[in-house]
């Protein structure tokens, strides 16, 4: 019997697991972890969005099997947001699907249009299911950098000339993860353009688009006339409704890779939990109010940290939007690398977070903190930080 599968030769140990294992160990140990690796919100919902699911659990009919592209009223909703949020005309019967999440719609689509050695485009560092849910699928991967700079665009050019098959798949995500970086409009205007011209369709993951700060709302692709022809974009009600664990996603765009994604889902599942769409609707309808006020907490946040780390001796760059800090080790400590630096913080400052070359070997360097704890957590995560550093003779004007 073989035992050496062929998807899991594709797939390398996952090392943010490591660290993870690590912070599970410790805490069942009794120790106070304060755990900013994993991008997992620490607000509710609000209050009227549970309250619709509980009313509709609540009925005898409700707990059939759902429809796999979404309900109707859910889909008319994106749509909706759609129109509001950038001015974005969408038909929800032909443009619009609902994803358990951005992972499974990404994981999906590329089941759906991917055959075994296309080449994709993806960026380094990224968040793994833009690379890995395509190597899962058969591809082959050839990165493109992260910063949308003019480097970006001679290595997308150095892939279509040297590259065989020719790539035929290119994922962007801003605001990114892990390196929460953006780009504005021109920049998708450029791009619009080039994937026409190289026929290459365009997979846009904008999960973090309300999260932005200094007064710079993130745009989207569709915004950009001929968008639909070439471009597919997910988005997710996970950090903007503090929805996570509902796993509510969207796809929109064009209606070949639309109608793609729904007739695999459609063999795959029967959708999410009745429900769960009717209180998601709730909250893509009803008041903005965790929009705004979770857009807040994160900019309080990222402040606190960039000011309470760098009094610690740890320099981080504020980040322009997302949950993220995309922080560079210290330069004293930049030899011991990203995975051992992590595992160093964990086990002596007590402090989680994730070794930026899990998100790809250009993420080494790096570790991504997320901002999910409290202010009070954050600056007690600094103190912890500072005593490390000093344990090892990194001072602030060393670090």
């Known amino acids: 019997m073989n035992d050496q599968f062929y998807r899991m030769k594709r797939m390398p140990p996952y090392v943010i697991a490591e660290v993870n294992a690590m912070r599970h160990a410790a805490r069942l140990a009794g120790q106070d972890i304060i755990d900013l690796g994993m991008g997992n ?27 796999s592209k979404g309900i109707p009223g859910l889909r008319r909703a994106q749509a909706g947001y759609y129109a509001r949020r950038f001015g974005v005309d969408l038909d929800p019967e032909s443009e619009v699907v609902v994803t358990m999440g951005s992972k ?17 485009l993806a960026p380094n560092p990224s968040y793994p299911i833009h690379t890995f849910g395509f190597i899962i699928a058969g591809a082959t991967i050839r990165s493109v950098p992260t910063t949308p700079d ?63 700060y200094d007064g710079k709302p993130t745009p989207s692709i569709m915004q950009v006339e001929g968008a639909k022809d070439i471009a597919i974009e997910f988005t997710s009600m996970s950090k903007t409704y503090s929805m996570a664990g ?4 969207f796809a929109v765009g064009n209606r070949q890779l639309i109608a793609a994604l729904t007739r695999v889902k459609s063999y795959l599942d029967y959708g ?21 006020s979770n857009r807040q907490l994160y900019h309080k946040r990222r402040d606190v940290m960039v000011e309470a780390f760098g009094r610690a001796g740890w320099d ?8 993220f800090a995309w922080a560079p080790l210290p330069p004293a400590l930049k030899e011991m690398g990203s995975l051992e630096f992590s595992k ?25 903190i997320a901002m999910v704890e409290n202010e009070q957590r954050l600056r007690q995560a600094a103190r912890n930080v500072k005593r490390y550093l000093q344990s090892l003779g990194v001072n602030s004007s060393a670090a």
């Open 150 to 212: 003019e480097e970006y665009w001679l290595s997308l050019e150095r892939a279509m000339n040297f590259t065989v098959p020719r790539p035929s798949v290119l994922v962007v995500s801003y605001p990114s993860n892990p390196t929460a970086e953006v780009v504005d409009l021109a920049f998708y205007e450029r791009l619009v353009a080039w994937a026409r011209e190289n026929q290459v369709w365009v997979i846009s993951d904008l999960a973090y688009s309300e999260l932005y």
């Open 41 to 67: 919100p620490d607000q509710p919902p609000p209050q009227h969005v549970i309250d619709k699911l509980c009313e509709v659990a609540a009925k005898p009919d409700a707990h059939g099997y759902s429809q």
């Open 316 to 323: 981080i760059p504020p980040p322009p939007a997302s949950m």
């Open 272 to 292: 999410a939990f009745t429900p769960v769409q009717a209180a998601a609707c709730v909250a893509l309808n009803g008041p903005q109010d965790i929009v705004e």
């Open 246 to 249: 509902w796993r509510m996603g």
């Open 344 to 368: 160093q913080l964990l086990t002596q400052a007590q402090v989680a977070v994730a070794p930026g070359v899990g998100y790809g070997e250009n993420g080494e360097g790096y570790v991504r």
């Open 104 to 120: 499974e719609g990404l994981s999906s689509l590329a089941t759906a249009i991917i055959a075994p050695g296309d080449v994709v």
